[in-house]
């Protein structure tokens, strides 16, 4: 048999006897070096306003604009960036970067969505006089909008009076989380609100090709509504590296040598497909007992129910080294949501030298037939026999989590794609001037041609709350306590299943009357003077 390495504090200095201990994948000594980035030109003076809403939850969106801002701070010594948030999340997370002359945060007013609150999730809703003064105090040369929540109109008409470029990037389907939520009755409003929104922006940029195909097909139409890019997501190869696996940080999480770490990594919540992991999970314990351990690293809704799961660790979110540590020290990593917009943590895990097992959709970029597998939809079935395989064969880890590192090192170093939408920053700067990107046609301005018209600003302030409040929590509401009763069985399960579809039939009337009476608007303006671009 052939030894495998093992690498203790760092260094490989003893090998197992034989392949009985060979569960440690072999890793690369020394792990392969991080190519070193070429010098970047300096941007000018640019002061970049993003405006993200959730920027002390920490999740994709909110890393992915620190690692921004640690990028504009550190490389362009005469850039600026200025964060406007809302108070969501925890508040500690509000200085996970040291303060800095050039950077500074700003709150705006908020409220929570009905569904996360228990992560901290609100949107923003509306900009108050003193952040309009705040902001006009850092006078922003290009705006940066995150997401398409309530307040982005009034910034794209600050863009527009202001006389601002604008930048928008896609980070999250929030259409599609719709049918996680029993809310499929939204997704026409939030589909016309994007391509709303998305008329009034020169460039949307999106992380990979499968996004951009997506957002232009004829269901969504935002191809129509305006120009759409690709810009992917950065990894840390430094950060997450296969050099974090040691004897010492492996028992750290109470695993041994001998044991199969399969690692899951996300906000714990339905959308993520937290079933099909237990699921797997528990198919694995089963034909493969006690050597194959879960670990679980995240917060959320599905929680508890992961803590059930025997041979499992859960630990709640981590960060910094110990979080390098839990990728590094695991075997394979199972993801299987199909509502991702680039993958971040499979990134990660390909990094840090792990086989990857994900959705054959939204993480396809990330995975070649030499450092994982895909699978198409939730097939339980699929995801199994694939991890199964990975499980049974150490060679097999070994080759595919070299590759999966080697994949990262060469296309998705953080600094290339930090630097490549500075460059875009600069250019918008120097043209400088608010522009959108196209002429109306029969798709784009759904509402009409004004960001915040009356019957928008009406329909969104005043019922957009009353339809969060009643409407839709209602129809959450039902939709979790008929799910609950059903699991404890008993006649309130049967009554609740029968309000279930009340609540849905009051989500459409809703969806309906929003609908015609926003649509009315384009339709006065048609009568009207025609718009050009």
């Not at 604009?65 to 108070?87: D, G, Y």
């Not at 599905?302 to 981590?318: H, Q, V």
Request: net charge positive; hydrophobic share 40%.
């Amino acid at each position: 048999t052939v030894p495998t390495p093992i690498i203790r504090e760092g260094k490989p200095i003893a090998t197992l006897p034989n392949e009985a201990k060979s569960n440690l994948r072999f890793t690369i000594t020394p792990p392969p070096k991080v190519p070193k980035v070429p010098k970047v030109p300096k941007v000018p003076k640019v002061r970049v306003l993003v405006v993200t809403p959730c920027y002390n939850v920490i999740d994709g969106v909110s890393n992915t604009i620190r690692k921004l801002e640690q990028h504009i701070i550190s490389e362009h010594p005469e850039a600026s960036i200025c964060v406007l948030t809302t108070k969501s999340g925890d508040s500690k997370n509000l200085n996970n970067l040291p303060e800095h002359p050039r950077r500074r945060v700003i709150s705006m007013r908020s409220f929570p969505l009905p569904v996360c609150a228990e992560m901290g999730y609100e949107i923003g809703n509306s900009l108050s006089a003193q952040n309009l003064a705040e902001v006009d105090s850092f006078d922003p040369t290009v705006i940066h909008i995150t997401t398409p929540d309530l307040v982005v109109l009034q910034i794209i008409q600050l863009a527009m009076s202001r006389n601002v470029p604008l930048v928008a990037t896609w980070h999250s389907n929030f259409v599609a989380y719709m049918d996680y939520y029993e809310s499929p009755w939204m997704k026409p409003i939030l589909v016309q609100w994007l391509r709303h929104v998305y008329s009034f922006v020169p460039k949307l940029l999106v992380p990979t090709k499968f996004v951009k195909n997506n957002l232009s097909n004829d269901y969504y139409q935002l191809s129509d509504c305006t120009e759409i890019g690709i810009w992917g997501r950065g990894i840390d190869c430094e950060r997450f590296s296969p050099s974090y696996r040691t004897e010492t940080n492996r028992s750290k999480f109470g695993f041994s040598v001998d044991d199969i770490v399969v690692l899951f990594v996300a906000r714990l919540v339905t959308e993520k497909r937290c079933d099909v992991y237990m699921d797997v999970m528990r198919r694995l314990l089963n034909s493969r007992g006690d050597v194959v351990k879960g670990l679980v690293v995240g917060e959320g809704a599905e929680m508890e129910k992961l803590k059930t799961l025997p041979n499992t660790t859960t630990t709640g979110w981590l960060s910094g080294e110990d979080l390098s540590i839990a990728y590094a020290i695991s075997d394979i990593f199972l993801f299987p949501s199909a509502v991702e917009t680039f993958g971040n943590a499979t990134g990660e895990a390909c990094a840090s030298g792990l086989p990857v097992v994900v959705d054959n959709g939204c993480s396809a970029h990330l995975v070649t037939n030499d450092n994982g597998f895909t699978v198409k939809g939730s097939n339980v079935d699929e995801y199994y026999n694939r991890t199964l395989l990975l499980v049974d064969d150490v060679k097999l880890r070994t080759k595919f989590g070299i590759n999966g590192r080697k994949l990262v090192l060469e296309k998705f170093q953080q600094s290339e794609v930090s630097e490549e939408l500075c460059q875009l920053y600069a250019e918008e700067s120097e043209i400088g001037g608010y522009r959108n990107s196209c002429v109306e046609n029969d798709v784009n301005f759904p509402w009409g041609i004004s960001p915040k018209s009356f019957a928008l600003t009406f329909m969104s302030e005043w019922c957009f709350w009353l339809a969060v409040r009643c409407t839709v929590k209602m129809v959450w509401l039902l939709s979790f306590v008929g799910s609950f009763l059903g699991v404890k069985g008993g006649g309130p399960a049967s009554f609740a299943r029968k309000l279930m579809p009340i609540g849905s039939l009051l989500g459409t009337i809703f969806t309906k009357v929003f609908l015609l009476i926003v649509s009315r608007t384009k339709i006065r303006e048609r009568r009207g003077s025609r718009f050009a671009a």
